[in-house]
């Protein structure tokens, strides 16, 4: 497969785990990237068009369901690593497995076309040398979800005299150091900016219109919550979210309301001369009337924000809760939507992106749920950094554009040879994710590549390749979910682009890839795992009591012969590697909880 060549476009997580991927499987594989390092948004950028972690940012998973599946996180890393960390880290995966000569950094991928002949895709980039248009047979989108900043509706914004930024170009609080500040958002960003600022600003206001499930990254033992997150017991959870939604949301939702009150409760003052139960009683009335988190979007919709140090920023007066941003009505003024106004010197917008599928003007978009079927290109591309431009656009929008893509990742039309890596959003570790997703997109494009060959690939009782399904069935299933999301959306505007539907997207994953997990290990009502009990009860207990890493992607041989498509390569260490984090995981178990009775 040497000589097919395949163009990967972004070096975050997912670009970089599809360029390991892909050449571990033999492709001619070469990514693109604008910054001149790996990283993605977790490389720090002063460059205001650049999205990225500030230097202060601290992941919002753990790191024993952090690592890669054959690229474990050091032991002296942090418990929840810091960005610094997190960029050393991909850094060093990148040297692991010499990858820094297939990169090609300070370079920009302004389009992918088709060629004339129909028989290879055109890569427009610009660099240093100008611009060039190169030749490839494949492409992976792994460019990011963060990149084409949104902001609301504002009417009158050039009534304000104030500086106005989106969060994408919020990169330290030095300069609005002693100023008045208003934090339009309330996602995980938002909170981060608006921590960042607390010292440092004269008064910081936030804006929200809704409330939002905020938690806290541990429980009240001190163990990280994902920690407790087994891969049989999330298998459970996707089940039931597929065949009872109606029980499992809001059963999700109360769990996850009740952890929030009671991480608030954690930060009450004067607490440890209170009963719990009335620390309890405050704390709710506080979420619900004084900062109006609740009611907010369901768990079935968003993810939830995930920071500790929120509740304290509260309690001391350091951030101030205020009604939804509505529009300026003069120099330094903002009006709210309850009528009130706030004066501030500037405006700080942390309401999220849109992914630019313009980028590839041929994928299809939309044709399903009463959308009619267009392409990305017929619209004008998001890429601009012109705030008025930016907001123009969002002025213009009324309904998200969903791209047609098969598992969240292949347009039909073009699944054989284009895969998107970007847009799924995924309730595990997104880095993770990536990763599987990469594998599944190597071992299904092998498949293709070598299915015309004579292979009797699965004739002997031999695993199946992973080949994709008819045209037709593909499109079938876009059409499903679309159907899906659009309703979803119709309840709750806050509905996520790319929410997967877990049930159906990791057995996807998994099986494409070849992990063999699910053969030997699901949820309780299958029965499958118990051969995996009687016969390596140590692997099943690492499995199924320990936290859900990513190292058994690589444990069970499932392709001893090494056919193209059939199952990716498995790393001699995987087992050492689990035994090594479960026994890391008990030992921090038993020393957190020993220091909380």
């Not at 936030?206 to 994902?226: A, E, F, H, L, N």
């Not at 936290?547 to 444990?555: A, Q």
Request: net charge neutral; proline share 6%.
């Amino acid at each position: 497969m040497e000589h097919i060549k395949i163009a990967i476009i972004g070096l975050g997580p997912a670009g970089l785990t599809a360029l390991k991927t892909l050449r571990e499987e033999g492709f001619d594989a070469v990514a693109f990237e604008r910054r001149d390092e790996v990283g993605g948004l977790w490389s720090f950028s002063s460059n205001a068009t650049f999205t990225s972690t500030l230097n202060g940012t601290v992941c919002n998973v753990s790191k024993f369901v952090s690592g890669f599946s054959d690229y474990p996180v050091a032991k002296e890393c942090a418990l929840y690593p810091t960005a610094p960390q997190v960029a050393e880290y991909f850094n060093s995966y990148a040297s692991n497995f010499n990858l820094q000569d297939h990169m090609r950094f300070n370079t920009t991928v302004r389009r992918v076309t088709r060629n004339a002949s129909d028989n290879a895709w055109d890569i427009h980039i610009t660099n240093i040398d100008g611009d060039t248009i190169l030749s490839f047979d494949k492409v992976v989108f792994g460019h990011g979800c963060e990149s084409a900043p949104v902001f609301p509706s504002i009417p009158n914004r050039d009534k304000f005299k104030g500086l106005m930024i989106h969060s994408q170009a919020y990169k330290s609080p030095e300069p609005f150091r002693n100023k008045k500040i208003l934090v339009v958002g309330i996602g995980n960003t938002a909170c981060e900016v608006a921590l960042s600022l607390r010292k440092h600003a004269a008064r910081l206001y936030q804006s929200y219109r809704r409330g939002k499930i905020i938690v806290s990254r541990y429980y009240d033992d001190g163990t990280p919550m994902d920690m407790h997150f087994s891969w049989p017991f999330m298998r459970l959870k996707y089940f039931l979210d597929d065949k009872a939604p109606w029980l499992m949301a809001p059963g999700a939702d109360k769990m996850m309301i009740r952890k929030m009150i009671s991480d608030a409760a954690r930060f009450e003052p004067a607490a440890p001369k209170l009963p719990r139960s009335e620390r309890l009683k405050r704390a709710e009335r506080r979420v619900r009337e004084d900062w109006h988190l609740l009611p907010g979007p369901s768990m079935a919709h968003v993810h939830p924000t995930v920071q500790e140090d929120f509740f304290p920023a509260l309690h001391e007066g350091d951030i101030i809760p205020v009604r939804g941003f509505k529009d300026f009505v003069g120099d330094h003024q903002v009006l709210l939507d309850d009528g009130t106004i706030v004066e501030v010197d500037a405006v700080i917008f942390c309401t999220g992106y849109d992914l630019d599928f313009s980028i590839m003007p041929e994928l299809e978009m939309d044709g399903a749920a009463g959308s009619p079927l267009k392409k990305a290109g017929d619209e004008v591309s998001n890429e601009t950094t012109n705030q008025d431009e930016i907001i123009r656009k969002r002025e213009q929008k009324s309904k998200p554009r969903l791209p047609r893509l098969f598992q969240m990742i292949f347009p039909p039309r073009w699944a054989s040879s284009v895969a998107f890596l970007s847009w799924m959003a995924p309730q595990e570790n997104v880095w993770c994710v990536c990763e599987l997703a990469s594998m599944a997109v190597a071992q299904t494009w092998a498949a293709e590549t070598t299915k015309s060959k004579d292979q009797r690939q699965g004739s002997d009782g031999y695993r199946l390749p992973a080949i994709l399904p008819p045209l037709d069935e593909m499109n079938a299933q876009v059409d499903a979910y679309h159907n899906w999301w659009r309703g979803e959306w119709e309840k709750d505007n806050s509905m996520r682009p790319g929410y997967v539907l877990g049930y159906p997207f990791y057995r996807f994953l998994h099986d494409a890839a070849g992990t063999g997990l699910y053969d030997n290990l699901d949820h309780i009502f299958t029965g499958r795992g118990w051969a995996l009990w009687w016969n390596d009860r140590e692997s099943w207990t690492w499995l199924a009591k320990g936290p859900m890493n990513s190292y058994s992607w690589r444990l069970f041989e499932t392709n001893p012969r090494g056919v193209p498509g059939c199952g990716r390569k498995t790393w001699p260490g995987a087992r050492e590697a689990l035994k090594e984090a479960y026994d890391i995981f008990e030992e921090f178990k038993r020393e957190a909880q020993a220091k909380h009775q």
